[in-house]
């Protein structure tokens, strides 16, 4: 169970739900006492006497209902009128000096409705019948509380005290305790009912507070707890022990909360179980307890953690603790309970008011220093009190003080009331919980809807206050409670309501919350002015707009609100249309968020609306959200072109994308050219997506792009290459005539000129296509982009025709990358190697080439060709990484016999035009690093015929000693793969003889059946015959290709496997 929650200890400000109501004043009762030679038996057996004498109640000083002060003030006793006496009540006449009065008080009283029973010290019983006057009447003392005469009896039990009282109106009966008995009386006429016998040693008695007739109660003995009826007769129904008595009892039903003389528990009358609550210390204080309604829910007090301090525990029928706690600085003389409130009565002459379900202190009452109280009494039925002349409102008094002397009354007002009354001093929080309290507790939205209206209506009001005090938030929170009308709500919004939002609410009490109130920035003013009336000018505009966004923050939310739930029935388009136009002022992700959920905006209005906003973006949205392809797509189209803007356009890739969803080719086809024209590579896209390109023919729109827009042609055939993966020749060598063409159109001698001039001025060691490469990208030289892409195209395509494409390269020769690159396609390559080494000096593309390219006569047709020339970063690699790449660019080759060769004839084909080339001295660092990189291709002795005769023999001693190295290596791996040899050989010779020497001699016939083999059973035909056998099948022969498919498994042949030729 959770830490229950505590009350406060300090009573809030504001309107109190109780006020002090006197019901009778200085009760002097004082009664008239024979003389001590007239026994008590004389007085007994007289019935004039049994009224023992007069009552002189001085009542008469009694007050208005509409007194509202914490303390009765004392009325003059002078003033008061002396009751008439009636016949039965008459004292006898006696003489004043053979009597004498006693001083008698109040000890038990009953409230039930306009009767009051009072049960005094010295064993009376007296009844008071109220008449309260209504306001409006034309008497003088209009309001007062007027009594009649009053009726006594004495209970005939010795001047004992009566201790307890209880009115059952449904019986019509009134039961009395006094001296531990218990007897009965006609509640009109205080006779003793002769069917009913008094009940003795009793310790406590209570009613059950579910009135039934006949009326169900219990009676506390010493040692059993009996369960009774009350109708004309009282009849015992059960009896459950209880071996400590009970002090106190209170019954809601079949459940009992008692208090013994050591501990509260709780007792199910029908099951007879008990469940122990907590005990107490009787010498500190006296057990207390009260019933919470009809719920079978108690309040009992126990004492607190701090000194004297007390607290108020409740628990359900079944002995849990529910609620949370009260506490009380003191123990309580006594408690009583009067929906939704706790009345504690301390020894400080105050009662200290709780509310049950928030467990706070609403009120603290004074009582007069004069007054005496003893305990509070709960009414059996509720005294109605009329507004009087200084109260506007009506009450009841369910509660009673029971002072020494006199009777007061807890009037409290009505619960709509004290509602109204915290509203009206803008408690609005606590009113708001008092109502739901209410609502919870007295299930009032079972009264046909009316109390459901009543509390919707109250929460509205509420929402207003809040509105009222700048505190949006709360003011939505009981707004959507209250299910406001989104209209009322909207009329404090001039920039987004009309006339007819007000005019069409039908609710009188609404409409004069919307007129009280006004609009938002009056509410707003109107706060500023109140709270920072000597802030600067901009502080309070800055706070303004704050406040202001707040408050159309508030708006927005409740209209979403209202939108999805049933107040929003009927709304819904006005609804939408109202959040539509706030957004579109400044909150763009919640209007595309609008405008993307299942709304109810009409066209003409959002159309309106975006369009004044000029949110054309939106708005193509919402086109498109109503499935309105044309216009979206027009909007698109205004906007691609600039003749509309908005930041929050996506481009033409956007109107790719809704086109790709669109099922008319006719309107596919319209908008593409047009997006064609506006953006060629993004029209393009409209026949590439994948949800698409299905649906047209790839000639078709070939031949539209070459009719209309020949520049975006080779995007197309880019896509159809590299995304789809056609191998189609012609679309191929297609493509390569197009960046041919675009690199003959872009190409003069001078610019390529210039290109091969800054290639051949580079420090660094780069291929020549990555230098191009790099000059596309980082200047944007179109020239150079074009032969890049032609480049790579070469090198990545082995389905283009060539011969058109070299065709057409002649007419520049300068281009010698490309020229290179078609003589390797061509298989001429010796004449690209020196193209590449003569004519561009690109050294490393040359070494590469040689590397990677395998003639296509010498090895098998690959799938996906190697690179013939190989970007390398733009950074500059230095020599050590130059060599280590080019290994690897080697050692990924295609390997084999004829791959070797071929690569290794490259190599020296390479290596003789650098020794070969005029400037050969410069190119002594090449030659060297290509002997180091590719030294194990290379013949030493043939290098060394080549190398020039002034070299110094010591540049090429790393050559030289890893060619040795490499000899000496290969030399002796033959040596050992020869000794390997031989000894595999001995063995298997060894194997042949023992097989020999274990199967025994088997003559060969050629027309013996013995002479087939078992497993193809065709003759041995051999000549000389050449068969196998096996160990484990002396008998059979095989021939040598039967046997290689019928090697059993098996640990048994492994010996047998070896295969002896028989000839």
Not at 591 to 620: F, P
Request: glycine share 6%; with cysteine; proline share 5%.
């Amino acid at each position: 169970m959770s830490q229950p929650r505590r009350s406060t200890l300090t009573a809030p400000a504001g309107p109190t739900p109780f006020k002090i109501f006197p019901i009778a004043q200085q009760l002097s009762l004082e009664e008239v006492v024979l003389p001590s030679n007239t026994g008590p038996s004389n007085a007994a057996s007289n019935p004039a006497n049994n009224a023992a004498a007069s009552i002189r109640a001085a009542t008469s000083s009694l007050f208005r209902v509409g007194q509202s002060t914490s303390s009765v003030s004392t009325p003059n006793p002078a003033s008061s009128p002396t009751p008439p006496t009636t016949a039965s009540s008459a004292p006898a006449a006696l003489s004043s000096g053979a009597q004498h009065t006693v001083k008698s008080s109040v000890e038990a009283v009953q409230l039930c409705g306009n009767n009051v029973f009072i049960g005094t010290s010295e064993g009376y019983v007296l009844h008071y019948a109220l008449e309260l006057e209504e306001a409006d009447s034309d008497r003088e003392d209009k309001g007062d509380v007027q009594r009649k005469i009053p009726l006594k009896r004495f209970l005939g039990m010795g001047r004992k005290a009566v201790d307890d009282i209880l009115a059952v109106p449904t019986e019509s009966k009134l039961v009395a305790l006094c001296d531990s008995s218990l007897t009965f009386y006609d509640m009109d006429t205080l006779q003793p009912v002769s069917s009913i016998q008094r009940i003795s040693g009793v310790m406590s008695f209570c009613g059950d507070r579910l009135l039934h007739s006949p009326m169900r109660f219990c009676v506390g003995k010493r040692r059993v707890l009996s369960v009774m009826l009350m109708g004309d007769t009282v009849t015992s129904e059960k009896e459950i022990p209880m071996p400590d008595g009970a002090l106190i009892l209170q019954r809601v039903g079949s459940i009992v909360c008692a208090a013994d003389t050591g501990s509260y528990k709780i007792i199910n009358l029908n099951t007879a179980e008990t469940i122990p609550l907590f005990s107490y210390d009787r010498a500190a204080f006296r057990p207390t307890l009260t019933c919470i309604g009809e719920t079978g829910e108690f309040l009992v007090v126990t004492a607190g953690n701090q000194a004297q301090s007390a607290l108020g525990v409740f628990v359900s029928s079944s002995g849990d603790p529910v609620k949370g706690t009260l506490q009380w600085p003191m123990v309580p003389k006594s408690i009583a309970y009067h929906f939704p409130y706790i009345a504690a009565l301390l020894r400080n002459n105050t009662i200290h008011i709780h509310n049950i379900f928030s467990q706070d202190l609403v009120q603290i009452i004074k009582l007069p220093s004069n007054a005496e109280p003893r305990y509070l009494v709960e009414a059996s039925f509720e005294l109605d009190v009329p507004a009087g002349n200084e109260s506007r409102n009506p009450g009841t008094v369910r509660l009673v003080v029971a002072c020494r002397e006199m009777l007061l009354g807890l009037k409290m007002s009505s619960l709509d009331f004290q509602v109204n009354e915290l509203l009206e001093a803008k408690k609005v929080e606590r009113a708001v919980t008092l109502a739901e309290d209410i609502v919870q507790a007295q299930q009032m939205d079972n009264d046909g809807g009316a109390g459901r209206l009543k509390l919707q209506k109250l929460y509205q009001r509420a929402g207003f206050l809040y509105l009222q005090e700048t505190l949006f938030e709360e003011a939505l929170r009981v707004f959507k409670k209250g299910q406001l009308d989104p209209r009322a709500l909207l009329c404090l919004f001039p920039a987004y309501s009309s006339p007819a939002d007000f005019t069409s609410i039908t609710d009188q009490d609404l409409l004069l919350l919307i007129q009280g109130v006004g609009s938002i920035h009056k509410i707003v003013d109107t706060h500023f002015n109140t709270e920072y009336p000597n802030a600067d000018s901009d502080t309070l505009e800055s706070f303004r707009v704050a406040l202001i966004a707040n408050a159309k923050d508030v708006l927005v939310k409740y209209l979403e609100f209202a939108r999805d739930g049933p107040i929003g029935m009927g709304r819904k388009e006005e609804i939408d249309a109202t959040l539509l136009r706030i957004h579109a002022d400044d909150d763009l992700k919640s209007l595309y968020t609008l405008l993307d959920s299942n709304h109810h905006i009409r066209l003409e209005d959002g159309e309106a609306i975006l369009s004044e906003a000029k949110r054309y973006h939106a708005l193509s949205l919402l086109y498109q959200k109503q499935g309105l392809i044309s216009q979206c797509l027009d909007m698109w189209m205004k906007l691609a072109s600039g003749e509309v803007a908005d930041p929050d356009f996506g481009g033409t890739p956007q109107i790719v994308g809704y086109l790709s969803t669109v099922q008319d080719d006719d309107i596919i086809w319209k908008y593409a050219k047009a997006l064609l024209k506006l953006d060629a590579p993004q029209g393009i896209r409209i026949f590439t997506t994948a949800t698409d390109e299905a649906r047209f023919k790839t000639d078709d729109v070939i031949s539209y792009l070459q009719q209309h827009h020949p520049d975006s042609v080779s995007a197309y055939y880019e896509h159809l290459i590299y995304q789809k993966g056609v191998e189609d020749e012609e679309r191929h060598t297609s493509l390569a005539m197009i960046y041919t063409d675009r690199v003959l159109d872009l190409s003069t001698e001078m610019k390529v000129a210039a290109q091969d001039s800054e290639f051949k001025a580079l420090d660094a060691r780069r291929t020549f296509q990555s230098f191009i490469s790099s000059l596309a990208d980082k200047t944007g030289d179109k020239l150079a982009n074009a032969r890049n892409k032609l480049m790579r195209f070469l090198n990545h395509s082995d389905k283009i025709s060539l011969m058109p494409v070299k065709s057409k390269l002649e007419a520049v020769p300068t281009l010698y990358a490309e020229h290179a690159i078609l003589l390797g396609k061509l298989g001429e390559h010796e004449a690209a190697l020196r193209i590449l080494v003569t004519d561009m000096r690109d050294f490393m593309g040359a070494e590469i080439y040689c590397s990677s390219t395998i003639p296509t006569s010498l090895t098998v047709k690959r799938s996906s060709p190697i690179p013939l020339l190989v970007n390398t970063p733009n950074t500059s690699p230095t020599r050590d990484q130059d060599n280590k790449r080019l290994s690897r660019v080697s050692m990924l080759s295609t390997t084999g016999p004829e791959s070797d060769v071929a690569r290794r004839t490259l190599l020296f084909q390479l290596f003789t035009m650098y020794v070969k080339d005029e400037k050969k001295d410069e190119l002594a660092d090449e030659i060297l690093r290509l002997l180091g990189v590719y030294g194990g291709d290379f013949d030493a002795v043939q290098v060394l015929k080549w190398i020039p005769d002034h070299w110094s023999l010591n540049m090429l001693v790393p050559f030289i000693s890893a060619s040795s190295r490499r000899s000496i290596h290969v030399r002796r791996e033959v040596t050992a793969m020869k000794a390997l040899a031989r000894g595999e050989n001995l063995k298997v010779n060894n194997e042949y003889v023992d097989i020999h020497l274990e199967t025994p001699a088997m003559r060969i016939s050629p027309a013996s059946p013995s002479s087939n083999c078992a497993k193809c059973r065709l003759p041995i035909n051999d000549s000389p015959p050449v068969f196998c056998r096996y160990l484990q099948m002396p008998d059979e022969i095989f021939h040598l290709h039967c046997r290689v498919g019928n090697v059993e498994n098996g640990s048994g042949m492994t010996r047998s496997r070896r295969v002896s030729e028989i000839r």
